[in-house]
């Protein structure tokens, strides 16, 4: 196990509602990233947390947004859900800011969202 | 243009069998890395290996190894005597210097391991 944890694993959400997703880093990471994953397609990057501010971010409208913590947990916010953002969402942790080209990300086991 | 192909939806080996995937990559960075990661049905990723850029020898990881092949931009992934539980989606993953650190993956091959 990596010590990342995801909460919930499993969610059922409706169209137009709003979901928060929630994810604890591993412990001395302060780096975050989350990431969508569609049925069949690899993960794409949604963004990144560093020290509480948003270090980067992904081809994702202003919809998804996101927050970390001072114990540098974070959560993911989609607002408006639409039936495509059903996929299965990773939260990854680093140290570091993951600068180090050798440093993996820790991955959690994700929040499965389904919209109906 | 993709910038990580697998072009293996789908391999199939026999227990005890090498099995190889696919991998290549575009980037016009000279300085980023190569990961492989394995996704079993729990969805976790978990991290099988790195290759650096710069790293003149192949990287190896217990039964993992990467043949990396950087004038072809290709990393492949080789799996040695495979084993049941080896049955998992794999992808591999680039990470590129964009002032932040972030992975971007390939489309994945699912490997199945037969008795």
């Known amino acids: 196990e990596t010590g990342v944890t995801q909460s919930p694993t499993h969610l059922i959400k409706t169209r137009g509602q709003q979901v928060t997703l929630r994810c604890s880093s591993q412990?001395?990471?302060?780096?975050v990233s989350w990431y969508q994953q569609a049925l069949g397609q690899g993960p794409q990057f949604i963004f990144q947390y560093y020290r509480e501010e948003e270090n980067g971010r992904g081809n994702f409208p202003p919809r998804f947004s996101g927050l970390q913590f001072p114990n540098y947990s974070s959560e993911l916010n989609v607002n408006a859900l639409e039936l495509d953002d059903s996929a299965l969402y990773l939260c990854?942790?680093?140290?570091?800011?993951?600068?180090?080209?050798?440093?993996?990300?820790?991955f959690g086991q994700g929040t499965r969202l389904t919209v109906v | 243009a993709q910038k990580i192909t697998q072009t293996q939806p789908g391999m199939f080996v026999q227990e005890k069998e090498a099995v190889t995937l696919d991998c290549t990559y575009d980037?016009?960075?000279?300085?980023?890395?190569l990961f492989w990661y394995k996704q079993p049905s729990s969805g976790e990723m978990i991290f099988l290996i790195y290759?650096?850029?710069?790293?003149?020898q192949n990287a190896t990881e217990g039964r993992y190894s990467l043949n990396f092949q950087k004038a072809r931009k290709s990393a492949n992934l080789v799996i040695s005597a495979s084993q049941l539980g080896d049955s998992a989606m794999y992808f591999c993953?680039?990470?590129?210097?964009?002032?932040?650190?972030?992975?971007?993956f390939g489309k994945g091959t699912m490997l199945l391991v037969s008795p």
């Open positions: 412990s001395g990471h302060n780096t």
């Open positions: 990854a942790s680093s140290p570091n800011g993951g600068g180090e080209k050798n440093t993996e990300a820790f």
């Open positions: 290759q650096g850029s710069y790293d003149e």
């Open positions: 993953a680039m990470r590129e210097n964009r002032g932040y650190s972030t992975l971007t």
């Open positions: 980037t016009s960075d000279q300085s980023y890395g």
